[in-house]
């Protein structure tokens, strides 16, 4: 397929959608309107679960997602070390559209997640994103991809980025960009939880905990009207802006082949665990691999991509495999099936091509 990549080609095929979807205010909103963004200063966030002095990521397999997550939290140290208790949470999980899992994340892990923040006495909880300009509202597609019905009976309040302001963020190392335009619900919270699914991308070669973060961009600075030769760049220069507190990867279904929205799906049953971005990313490659993987994937280093490379360059996380350590757990009944992959994954993680 041919794609095309110059922003103009975007910002015309996009506005042409919207007009005939009658979106004018999304257009006007979102398109042609410089947003109002008070500059803001955040402080850095600094990843507490490691284990002499190595980036700890957690991997468990079973049919039981809220175990998964207890367990997978549990290898880590638990939400003790985050300081959780009586604090706000931010739930940022992938609502790109309206399609179910894995174009999204699977609303089990958002939910189940939730139930274990309000057993560790957090004070509020908050689930929010924004999706794609072209199939805003987020709400809608929250409904549509099954996500709000599946957290409606938790105590938790939704939010649509969209709906709310901005603020702007300089990031001094940025090739492509020098400041952030971010969604202020990203800074109004004690802490974020990162929560996306495992899928490779048409564009961006996969989607992972990096690319997640692009939902609480403002749309001017999606990638595709920046440099669209340049999106993992891009995207690693925009994770500049802020730091997830921890993030949790969404691996009981991804896409191994296409996406973000249809693919080929495979079913590995995972919950990954990891307060270190670039750790959590390579892992979560090495699982699309590990089952087969895309050509454009396979052909290159994990630590090669360019995402990594350049979120590398940028300090935001782990640099080789030595600086970080994988612990694992089955709570499935397939023992010897979890232990061959994890092979696959440490051998992915640790053999460059």
């Known amino acids: 397929m041919l794609i095309i990549k110059h922003p103009l080609f975007y910002v015309i095929g996009i506005s042409i959608y919207l007009i005939l979807k009658f979106q004018w205010r999304f257009l006007l909103t979102y398109l042609f309107s410089k947003p109002a963004a008070k500059k803001i200063y955040p ?95 987020t709400k809608k597609n929250a409904i549509k991809s099954g996500i709000l019905e599946a957290i409606s009976d938790e105590y938790m309040e939704f939010v649509s980025f969209e709906e709310y302001g901005w603020v702007e963020v300089n990031i001094p190392d940025g090739r492509f960009i020098k400041k952030a335009i971010v969604s202020e619900f990203i800074y109004n919270v004690d802490r974020v939880i990162n929560v996306p ?110 995402q990594i490379k350049r979120a590398i360059e940028l300090r935001l996380g782990v640099s080789n495999p030595s600086e970080l350590k994988i612990v694992s757990k089955c709570l499935g009944t397939d023992k010897p099936g979890f232990d061959e992959l994890m092979e696959k994954i440490h051998h992915v993680l640790n053999n460059a091509n």
């Open 197 to 306: 699914v495992i899928k490779t991308h048409s564009y961006a070669n996969y989607t992972i905990s990096l690319k997640n973060f692009i939902g609480a961009i403002h749309p001017q600075q999606r990638p595709y009207f920046i440099a669209p030769d340049f999106w993992d760049e891009i995207i690693a220069e925009l994770n500049a802006a802020y730091t997830p507190h921890l993030n949790i990867l969404d691996g009981t279904k991804i896409f191994v082949k296409g996406g973000p929205t249809r693919g080929t799906v495979a079913a590995p049953n995972l919950i990954i665990i990891a307060g270190d971005r670039i750790a959590a990313d390579v892992v979560g490659l090495s699982v699309i691999r590990s089952f087969g993987g895309w050509e454009r994937l396979n052909n290159m280093d994990v630590w090669e991509q360019r």
């Open 43 to 137: 402080e850095p966030t600094s990843n507490v679960y490691k284990n002499d002095e190595k980036a700890l990521v957690s991997v468990v397999q079973g049919d039981n997602i809220y175990a998964m997550l207890r367990a997978g939290l549990e290898l880590l140290g638990g939400l003790e070390r985050l300081d959780i208790k009586g604090r706000s949470v931010l739930i940022k999980p992938n609502i790109v559209n309206r399609y179910p899992s894995p174009s999204n994340t699977n609303p089990l892990v958002i939910k189940n997640l939730i139930k274990i923040l309000h057993e560790s006495g957090v004070s509020k909880i908050f689930v929010g994103d924004m999706s794609a300009i072209f199939a805003l509202p």
